[in-house]
């Protein structure tokens, strides 16, 4: 994917603030400090379009960026940060509902997991409603600079059997490296093409 621009639209909270255009989108959800912003830079090759924090739980809003002028990201808070009043949690748990209850322009949500880790219950949650609701799940396995190659296989048996995968394809990325970017891309353009999006691919 050749990435001619890329802008930040709006952090939004409610319904009524979404961009209206009508194009397709992909959300990025996952516990906080996944690297959700992170991917998102390398993705736009853009340093600091979205940003990044090492305080998890900076995301409180869902932050749209638009694409070449033919689609949308949305970045949606991180859950799953214990220091966040149950207050707070609930409180961004709405914002996420809202948009992923009743958005018709989102055709794909990625799940980011940290490739060391087994996901946790909230990941779990995350991708059985994603499916109930009968959207396209892309799995992302985030920080794969951080173990070796030959271990890979060993943690997407973990992330398989934790989150109860119906077949969907593990894609293990490195910010850092800068590895797995070009597949993603081909993955979500294969998501818009399926849903009679014509997208520029090159």
């Known amino acids: 994917m050749k990435v001619k621009s890329a802008e930040f639209i709006i952090s939004a909270v409610n319904t009524d603030q979404y961009p209206a255009e009508g194009l397709p989108e992909v959300a990025f959800v996952g516990r906080s400090n996944v690297g959700k912003s ?12 979205a940003r990044t ?12 960026f638009k694409v070449n002028d033919e689609f949308h990201f949305a970045d949606l808070p991180g859950y799953g940060y214990a220091k966040v009043s149950k207050t707070e949690q609930a409180k961004w748990g709405g914002i ?23 996901p946790k219950e909230d990941d779990k949650r995350m991708y059985e409603w994603a499916r109930h609701f009968g959207y396209e ?7 794969s600079d951080k173990i070796t190659r030959g271990k890979y296989q060993k943690q997407f048996s973990l992330i398989r059997k934790k989150l ?39």
């Open 164 to 202: 109860g995968l119906s077949g969907e394809k593990i894609i293990p990325i490195s910010s850092l490296k800068k590895t797995g970017i070009d597949e993603l891309w081909n993955e979500i353009a294969d998501v818009f093409i399926k849903n009679g999006y014509e997208i520029t691919v090159e």
């Open 137 to 143: 799940c892309l799995i992302v396995a985030t920080k």
């Open 38 to 49: 992170s991917i998102i830079n390398s993705l736009l090759n853009r340093r600091n379009i």
């Open 96 to 118: 996420m509902e809202r948009y992923l209850s009743d958005r018709e322009e989102l055709k794909c949500i990625l799940i980011l997991v940290d490739i060391r880790h087994e």
């Open 53 to 64: 924090s090492q305080n998890p739980g900076k995301t409180r809003t869902i932050n749209f």
